[in-house]
């Protein structure tokens, strides 16, 4: 007897096999029980509930020929009672029919007395059954099996059903696949490769490429060549002479490319293969030497590329002996030039490079020569980066630069990095209650408008939520309900959903820092001319992009996501990876419930203008581009407000209307905004020292980690310099000071006027120089003998 289950909406399932998608229709489940009862009752409902097609088959033979028909995905077989069948038996069958090669069988198997012994489930495996399931009534028990069968041996069985499409496609490939393990031993050849080569699959499946006869038209060095650049994980492209069988040469574009497999690690190498032509009358063109992709092997490969520089174009001669319509095809080619030529679109790079041009036409020698060094440097794309020297001379500079100002080395693999998080979407939706701040935080909180203010003491005092009490502070002493039309419990569930949502297992990127970063926003915007240079609503921006700068980070650096391929590098095309995710997921989450949705009160002009705001600041945290926000603060409004100042007539007010002006543009609010949460956001070393030195210790303890579980996975270690059992403390902090704060901070300090961090900047400088004399590695220095 055979029963469906029919008229519900199902979807179908999607499931990927690297870049091939299949398409799933719903699971068919088969219950094969021979009476009904309370446990084929919980199957069935579960297999409604997960959206499953189910049928139920009474007996043995029914059984086998339902699934012949349906070819069902999950069979689940009662093996509770044996007068009405063997559950073994009934396995067999079923698994004596090809199609069941691709299905999971269930044993529904009875529950035992607590004191007898477990039985083995070696029998069953022996007749053919996946899995066993102990009898339990529970619909969610049933529930939970089966989707976890569904994500599971299911999912994998949809793969391999795939796998048979593919080489069905290999099969049939005209171009040569030839696919070798990680050792160069020949795995499989497509029937193209056998018609090339002049093989059979027999007798080359199994055998090492070195054993292979070799042809002697090859360049000496060219193995060892295309060896060093795939194992690297880089594909080599290039053109090779290999040996037929019948011992002549034949010459072949070829193409490697290596496949990353378990662990990160190169696993097969696939070589696609086809004869080359060489004829000049050729359109497209092969290269005349081989070439490694990737930018990152651009050093290692410069020696390989084409001697002849001249690119592949397109003859005019050949074209023309192409067809009557050849001459219409040049005609639109030149007239499409022109065209381009005439435009009158022109980047201001471009009028700066046509200056130049224009004035070596009648320059001497000598400024001719330096002007083409100018236009060698303007054609270059990092024109706010400085060009450090070689990597010997300062490798802690090089690393911190590498990691930090890059998105990584470009990824070798579809190798998967998926960070935790450490709270469960529940956990969000349901803020913590937050009663009245007990006195001894709030006598803490008074001194929070002091620099000197120390966020270690109030993380401990709140338990690490330092983030909810100081917010509620500085918010209402900014005016930021007001402004934003909304109550002080929707601001406390909004900062409490915030700080839930960094890492507490991070040990520097965590609500802590992100509390550090509001205080020092907070005390940049209470500086005089700050002040007089922003609104309320930059004002209210620049909190909320301090509170949520950093929100769900992963204690791991953009270039570890893109090399490791992650869900977000993806998603964010390796381009500012955290910083575009810190910034999306903060509205996500504030717009997701409304009692902790801040913004829910104002005007829609009003919100945009706000979240745009709080977007450019966010991403103007990131370091890619640290050397650019800088520079353009220095050259916009520090150098023109200090030349208003040498020329001012009246020494007590310097401060003048022309500063004003400057100050007060769009274009340089934008850039003050910038630049204020970036000096916040790195402001530890302009701390207090005892604050300095343990914030330097939490960063180097998260790079550590970092570099420890590159080692693990086999990524590209970013920052060689941060291994815990090498790494000198000092020489890092001393770098990072050199490199990237002195300079912003002297230009901060110009326009905001910080004396005192710049005297603690000094002093915690000097220590680390005293711990690096002295050849300490560690955070402080070794107590006396």
Same mark, same amino acid.
């Given at each position: ?54 049928? !139920? ?17 999950? %069979? ?13 038996? #009934? ?158 040469? %034949?010459?072949?574009? #070829? ?16 070589? !696609? ?54 001459? @219409? ?168 959903? %915030? ?11 965590? @609500?802590? =820092? ?67 995710? =810190? ?34 600041? #966010? ?16 050259? @916009? ?39 204020? !949460? ?83 900047? @000094? ?23």
């Amino acid at each position: 007897m055979l029963l469906d289950i029919n008229g519900k909406m199902v979807s179908a399932t999607e499931e990927c096999v690297g870049p091939m998608r299949l398409t799933q229709e719903p699971i068919q489940v088969l219950l094969v029980f021979a009476k009904e009862d309370s446990q084929s009752d919980a199957f069935w409902w579960a297999c409604d509930r997960a959206g499953f097609r189910c049928n !139920i088959a009474r007996t043995p033979e029914s059984a086998v020929e339902c699934f012949l028909d349906k070819h069902h995905e999950i %069979i689940v077989i009662d093996g509770r009672h044996s007068r009405y069948f063997e559950p073994e038996a #009934v396995c067999r069958m079923v698994r004596a029919t090809k199609p069941s090669e691709n299905t999971v069988i269930l044993a529904v198997v009875p529950q035992k007395p607590p004191d007898q012994e477990e039985p083995s489930v070696l029998p069953l495996l022996c007749a053919g059954f996946s899995r066993r399931f102990v009898e339990n009534s529970s619909v969610s028990a049933c529930y939970n099996e089966l989707i976890q069968i569904e994500h599971g041996e299911v999912r994998c069985q949809f793969k391999l059903r795939a796998c048979n499409s593919i080489f069905t496609a290999l099969e049939h490939c005209q171009e040569a696949v030839e696919i070798t393990s990680e050792d160069h031993i020949i795995q499989y050849v497509n029937p193209a490769f056998e018609r090339m080569m002049g093989y059979h699959k027999g007798e080359l499946i199994g055998k090492e490429l070195t054993e292979l006869p070799k042809s002697d038209k090859n360049r000496a060095d060219l193995l060892d060549t295309i060896n060093t650049c795939i194992k690297k994980g880089k594909e080599w492209q290039g053109i090779y002479f290999a040996r037929k069988k019948s011992g002549d040469s %034949i010459q072949q574009h #070829v193409k490697i490319t290596p496949v990353i497999g378990q662990g990160g690690k190169i696993r097969h190498f696939v070589a !696609i293969k086809k004869p080359h032509i060489d004829n000049n009358n050729q359109v497209h063109k092969f290269n005349k030497e081989e070439r490694c992709s990737g930018e990152h092997f651009q050093s290692e490969c410069h020696s390989l590329r084409h001697r002849d520089r001249r690119k592949d174009s397109v003859d005019a001669r050949s074209l023309s002996s192409r067809g009557s319509d050849a001459p @219409s095809l040049q005609n639109r080619r030149y007239s499409s030039v022109a065209r381009i030529h005439s435009m009158t679109i022109e980047a201001p790079i471009t009028k700066v490079i046509n200056i130049i041009n224009a004035a070596q036409e009648s320059s001497p020698v000598t400024v001719a020569e330096a002007l083409d060094r100018v236009l060698e440097i303007l054609r270059t794309t990092e024109l706010y980066s400085p060009q450090l020297a070689s990597k010997e001379d300062d490798p802690h500079t090089n690393d911190l630069v590498g990691g930090l100002m890059s998105d990584g080395l470009r990824r070798l693999s579809g190798n998967e990095y998926v960070f935790c998080k450490n709270m469960s979407q529940s956990q969000l939706a349901i803020p913590v209650t937050l009663n009245d701040v007990p006195p001894s935080i709030a006598e803490m909180l008074n001194d929070e408008e002091c620099w000197e203010f120390n966020i270690l003491d109030l993380e401990a005092a709140t338990h690490k939520r330092p983030l909810t009490y100081l917010g509620l502070k500085i918010f209402t002493s900014f005016g930021v309900c007001e402004f934003l039309n909304c109550s002080e419990a929707t601001l406390r569930s909004w900062l409490q959903l %915030i700080e839930a949502s960094y890492h507490s297992s991070n040990s520097y990127h965590n @609500s802590t =820092h992100a509390a550090d970063v509001l205080h020092a926003t907070a005390y940049f915007l209470r500086k005089e001319r700050v002040k007089s240079s922003l609104d309320q609503l930059d004002e209210v921006a620049a909190l909320i992009a301090a509170t949520v700068h950093d929100v769900d980070h992963p204690g791991r650096t953009n270039s570890f996501l893109c090399n490791a391929g992650s869900e977000l590098a993806i998603l964010y095309n390796d381009t500012a990876v955290l910083e575009s995710h =810190h910034a999306a997921l903060a509205f996500q989450l504030t717009v997701r419930d409304s009692k902790s949705n801040i913004f829910k009160n104002i005007d829609r002009n009003q919100f945009r203008t706000l979240r745009q705001a709080i977007i450019d600041m #966010v991403l103007a945290t990131e370091m890619t581009r640290h050397f650019e926000h800088v520079s353009k603060f220095v050259n @916009s409004i520090n150098k023109p407000m200090a030349a208003i100042e040498e020329t001012s007539t009246s020494s007590v007010n310097s401060d003048c209307e022309g500063q004003a002006n400057i100050r007060n543009s769009p274009e340089n609010r934008l850039l003050i905004k910038r630049m204020l !949460i970036k000096c916040a956001d790195v402001a530890n070393p302009c701390r207090p020292l005892e604050l300095c030195i343990e914030w330097a210790g939490r960063i180097s303890e998260e790079y550590f980690a970092q570099t420890d579980e590159e080692k693990r996975q086999g990524l590209p270690v970013v920052m060689p310099v941060f291994d815990r059992n090498t790494c000198s403390v000092p020489k890092s902090q001393i770098s990072f000071i050199d490199y990237f704060i002195t300079d912003m901070f002297d230009a901060w300090d110009a326009f905001a006027s910080l004396p005192g961090l710049m005297e603690h900047l @000094s002093e915690n400088y000097k220590y680390w120089k005293n711990l690096d004399e002295m050849k300490c590695k560690s955070l402080r220095p070794p107590p006396p003998s």
